[in-house]
């Protein structure tokens, strides 16, 4: 009995290493996974903007370090129209990069709140389209709420 518990942790730790569709904790807009939304995700949702319609992690990382010379990571959490629709309205456009890179910016002060994202949004591009609905920096798949949002870390 003993051994058919290890065997199913076993079974377990392969399923983690060679299926990388098994993610767990997936935070919205931590496309590199290191467990902080920051600026480095803002350049690869700016790059995956760019190079619509791959959704090769590679060729979206080729393009962020194309934009941008800091090493962001390895994109290990693709982009998605769906998910990374953070105005609500129906598609991923430019719109959607610039709340998280307003997000970004609010991170961590009183203004991290839709009303104060939207008027920051509006400060840093006035053409903005659309209300922050979805909020970066939140667990993908449930809506329990730890912000974790954060500052740009040195390589
Ligand atoms: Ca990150
Ligand atoms: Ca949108």
Do not use: H, R
């Not at 319609?53 to 060729?59: G, H």
Request: charged share 15%; glycine share 8%; aromatic share 12%.
């Amino acid at each position: 009995m003993k051994n058919s518990k290890y065997f199913i942790l076993a079974w377990f730790a392969i399923l983690l290493i060679f299926n990388p569709c098994v993610s767990f904790g997936a935070i919205l807009g931590d496309y590199n996974g290191d467990g902080v939304v920051n600026f480095k995700d803002v350049i690869i949702l700016y790059a995956y903007y760019l190079s619509k319609p791959t959704t090769d992690p590679i060729a979206i990382k080729a393009q962020a370090n194309e934009v941008y010379k800091l090493d962001v990571g390895n994109v290990v959490l693709i982009p998605n129209d769906n998910t990374d629709d953070l105005n609500g309205d129906g598609k991923f456009d430019f719109n959607d990069v610039i709340f998280l890179y307003t997000s970004y910016q609010a991170a961590d002060t009183d203004k991290f709140n839709g009303p104060q994202l939207n008027a920051l949004a509006k400060e840093i591009y006035s053409p903005i389209k659309g209300e922050i609905q979805n909020f970066p920096g939140l667990p993908i798949s449930s809506g329990s709420a730890k912000i974790i949002i954060g500052p740009i870390t040195p390589n």
